[in-house]
């Protein structure tokens, strides 16, 4: 009876190393990147500022048909709710949106998991202004837009934002549009999205929209062509150029920031070992990646090796 006793007993001692083990490892899994994935096979899920959302759609079509073992599932958000996921939820791991960590933040992941996620930017993108087809008021420049939607030019315009709170072109238009001022919420509007505001300024001659360039600036794409049949986009006045021209959101214009409402792309990866997410933001730092984003007309960090050569004139 005795050994049948410790027999149990070390049985009991067995499951229940091995459920400490199996938690630990879930625990684990939750912030490093496991054996449950690597840099190119398993599963994820990521959340991803939505104005990123037809490029980042692009992206992973494309990593997911070079690596068929990997799967990216994508959860599009506002750039607020996408720092709750990297913050509070433990199974979010990789978060794409327009800004890095802030000290603060870094303090926070330092206290709780004793370590920093990587982040930096991987491209650049634009803030398009757009407006109807049949307006052919396009020209704007920085203090117009703030006079605009602070209410100080009257009230003849809806300005249209993927939403009033928590996104990221509204943060973007607080920041480097508006400078201290407030909205006028007479003349400013709220819609769900960037789609919403395609919409919205294609049905109303006196509207003007705010969305990302990935929605919009395209020429290869069909569906924005098509849309671009119903919308203008609007020039902004450069500001640091001596001739002050204004500028259409082109790709030379982000690259050489003479378009004035361009943003960075970056990442913020929360992996102690190289994961799928990892595996997924090398991919759009190398050559691949950067050829989608210049393809889309964003601005792209590609890498270029210089080499030194010799040059025979004897010819």
């Known amino acids: 009876?005795?050994?049948?006793?410790?027999?149990?007993?070390?049985?009991?001692?067995?499951?229940?190393?091995?459920?400490?083990?199996?938690?630990?490892?879930?625990?684990?899994?939750?912030?490093?990147?496991?054996?449950?994935?690597?840099?190119?096979?398993?599963?994820?899920?990521?959340?991803?500022?939505?104005?990123?959302?037809?490029?980042?759609?692009?992206?992973?079509?494309?990593?997911?048909?070079t690596y068929p073992k990997a799967k990216i599932i994508v959860h599009y958000k506002t750039e607020a709710d996408c720092f709750k996921d990297i913050l509070k939820d433990s199974a979010t791991r990789l978060i794409i949106t327009t800004r890095g960590l802030s000290p603060k933040e870094e303090d926070y992941f330092k206290s709780n998991l004793g370590y920093v996620p990587v982040w930096n930017d991987v491209a650049s993108d634009a803030i398009v202004v757009v407006v109807n087809s049949k307006n052919n008021d396009t020209l704007y420049t920085i203090d117009r837009l703030k006079q605009g939607l602070s209410g100080q030019s009257g009230k003849k315009k809806t300005f249209v934002f993927d939403g009033l709170n928590a996104t990221s072109i509204v943060r973007f238009a607080v920041d480097s549009i508006l400078r201290g001022a407030k909205f006028d919420s007479t003349v400013v509007k709220a819609v769900k999205g960037s789609r919403e505001v395609l919409d919205y300024v294609a049905s109303d001659e006196n509207a003007v929209g705010f969305v990302g360039i990935s929605w919009i600036g395209n020429p290869e794409d069909s569906a924005q062509v098509n849309m671009l049949k119903k919308l203008k986009m609007t020039y902004i006045k450069c500001e640091t150029c001596t001739d002050s021209p204004y500028v259409k959101p082109t790709q030379l214009g982000i690259l050489t920031k003479r378009y004035p409402l361009?943003?960075?792309?970056?990442?913020?990866?929360?992996?102690?070992?190289?994961?799928?997410?990892?595996?997924?933001?090398?991919?759009?730092?190398?050559?691949?990646?950067?050829?989608?984003?210049?393809?889309?007309?964003?601005?792209?960090?590609?890498?270029?090796?210089?080499?030194?050569?010799?040059?025979?004139?004897?010819?």
């Not at 990866?269 to 050829?291: D, M």
Request: net charge positive.
């Open 1 to 65: 009876m005795r050994q049948m006793w410790c027999n149990i007993k070390n049985i009991s001692v067995v499951i229940m190393g091995a459920v400490l083990l199996l938690v630990s490892a879930c625990n684990d899994n939750n912030y490093k990147g496991t054996e449950l994935d690597s840099t190119t096979e398993g599963t994820i899920n990521i959340s991803v500022d939505e104005s990123y959302k037809p490029i980042i759609d692009e992206q992973i079509k494309v990593f997911e048909n």
């Open 262 to 315: 361009v943003r960075g792309l970056y990442y913020i990866v929360k992996e102690r070992n190289p994961g799928l997410g990892a595996g997924f933001i090398s991919f759009l730092k190398n050559e691949r990646g950067q050829l989608i984003f210049r393809r889309a007309y964003l601005g792209h960090k590609m890498n270029f090796a210089i080499r030194s050569v010799k040059i025979n004139e004897k010819l």
